[in-house]
């Protein structure tokens, strides 16, 4: 008989550690609330780069390539479309910048990710231009509010959802039961709720609020992300996403005029667009302070997991940290210890 698995929360992190379990023949039922304020408004954006060092994010060369491929796996299975790449336009904040750009595009490290700056770049005409601009390869952004409605549907028709608001009085972690049913695995991918829920509180998981804009410009240009100080992503049709603020330890989901104006302000920066604000929508991603996801089994519950803390990385890094705690749960190979809960286990419990 089939080994059970009762994931909370169908978000980025929950329907990536589905498909990895339901992979491994593990039978899966998801519990969620219906409604997502992380996951759902994120912009999805794949940014190989870290620039305020003009670094390569954490992991990459492992994290790319295997989202890369899980996502065109996944709309394959879906039958649906979420993967669009992208090419990042960075327009340099001072000479420094340029300067370390040069440097690093030059590295074979780089290489896959960094286009050398040529005549076109440093003249560049579609933001203001002071110190040039470079090119950022193998970017993509995911379509986030179309992975989460799709996979609600794809997995209320395989039986596998269950749409409910966790109840904590029916939860017994001891026994590693809800609702009187018990299972070899729990899971919480709960997002920035998970703060609010009892089983792992004692993990130093933070509520930052973001805001986005959906505007609408004729000056634009469609085929690249611009990004300085804010990024602007082109859905088409003269339609782009403007983000984000970062509010930290605020789980409110209200937008504001303080949030609209700071992102019509960094916008300006690059340059003037005469948008038209058509919507504004604000989320709360679950951070750690580390900038490192949250993973692991419970130190007092057997069978009882978290995975959370993904963060501004998420769409990057889901994929692959699904499938290493799929095999941690399946197998017990070791989590790398940067994500392991066990580094903040071992100071609070």
């Known amino acids: 008989m089939a080994q059970k698995a009762l994931i909370i929360g169908a978000g980025l ?19 969620d609330q219906g409604y997502n304020h992380s996951s759902a408004i994120a912009a999805g954006m794949v940014n190989p780069m870290v620039f305020r060092r003009m670094n390569k994010s954490w992991r990459l060369d492992e994290f790319l390539p295997e989202a890369q491929q899980f996502y065109l796996e996944i709309e394959k299975k879906l039958n649906a479309k979420f993967y669009h790449p992208i090419v990042i336009r960075r327009f340099f904040s001072s000479e420094q910048e340029r300067l370390l750009w040069e440097e690093r595009s030059n590295e074979m490290a780089y290489e896959p990710y960094l286009e050398k700056i040529s005549s076109a770049d440093e003249h560049n005409q579609t933001a203001n231009n002071t110190f040039g601009s470079g090119r950022v390869k193998n970017a993509f952004w995911i379509d986030a509010a179309g992975w989460v409605q799709q996979h609600t549907a794809y997995f209320k028709a395989n039986g596998v959802l269950l749409e409910a608001q966790f109840d904590s009085q029916a939860w017994t972690p001891s026994e590693c039961k809800y609702q009187s049913e018990s299972y070899d695995f729990v899971i919480f991918c709960m997002g920035y709720l998970q703060k609010e829920e009892e089983t792992f509180a004692y993990l130093p998981l933070q509520q930052t609020k973001g805001q986005t804009l959906l505007i609408e410009s004729e000056l634009l240009p469609e085929e690249e992300s611009l990004n300085r100080k804010c990024f602007v992503l082109p859905y088409g049709q003269k339609h782009f996403r403007i983000g984000a603020t970062y509010e930290f330890n605020n789980p409110t989901l209200t937008v504001t005029e303080e949030g609209k104006t700071f992102l019509l302000e960094t916008l300006e920066a690059l340059g003037t667009y005469h948008p038209k604000v058509i919507d504004q929508v604000a989320g709360v991603r679950p951070t750690v302070l580390d900038r490192r996801p949250l993973m692991g089994m419970h130190p007092n519950f057997p069978g009882v997991f978290i995975f959370n803390g993904l963060g501004t990385k998420g769409y990057m890094m889901a994929p692959t940290l699904a499938r290493e705690l799929a095999e941690h749960i399946t197998t017990n190979k070791p989590l790398n210890p940067e994500i392991n809960i066990s580094r903040f286990t071992d100071k609070h419990l």
Do not use: D, F, P, Y
Request: hydrophobic letters at 55%.
């Open 13 to 31: 992190a929950g329907t990536c550690l589905a498909h990895q379990l339901l992979a491994k023949g593990i039978s899966v039922k998801i519990l």
